[in-house]
């Protein structure tokens, strides 16, 4: 089994930086494909970013724009999701998935067997 813990969600300002983290253990990391969702209250799940298992490929959804970056470290364990000029628009729970199947990042939820409880980050003057 694999296990996936997101951390350092939380309430910001419009405007505001927030680094997300997701901690796995249980089987080898380097060897998943690690991505990030959100899940918008209301509204279905839907990809945010993704990173290969040697985090030499990254893959953003559009509406990212340069706002996100995704990364990771296999000796930690690790995969971060940095979220700067957060927007109320933002707001959502987030949550990291790990793939094993695929050496290259992809979008769909249906592609990632392990899942993270997520993290809630709101954005909100």
């Known amino acids: 089994q ?4 997101e951390s350092g969600g939380g309430l910001v300002r419009p405007g505001d930086s927030l680094t997300l983290s997701c901690a ?16 918008a209250p209301g ?3 839907e ?4 990173i290969s298992r040697g985090g030499r490929t990254t893959t953003y959804a559009n509406f990212v724009k340069g706002q996100f970056t ?15 000029s957060l927007k109320p628009e933002d707001t959502a729970v ?3 998935a790990a793939d ?10 249906s592609n990632y067997d392990y ?4 993290t809630q980050v709101t954005v909100s003057s």
Request: charged fraction near 20%; charge should be positive.
């Open 2 to 5: 694999v296990q996936l813990v």
């Open 24 to 39: 796995a253990s249980g089987r080898t990391f380097g060897t998943a494909a690690m991505a990030w969702f959100r899940q």
């Open 43 to 45: 509204k279905e799940r």
């Open 47 to 50: 990809f945010v970013a993704a």
């Open 70 to 84: 995704i990364s990771r470290d296999n000796a930690k364990n690790t995969v971060w999701l940095r979220m700067n």
């Open 94 to 96: 987030y949550y990291c």
């Open 100 to 109: 094993f199947d695929r050496v290259l990042p992809t979008t769909s939820p």
């Open 115 to 118: 899942w993270g409880q997520g």
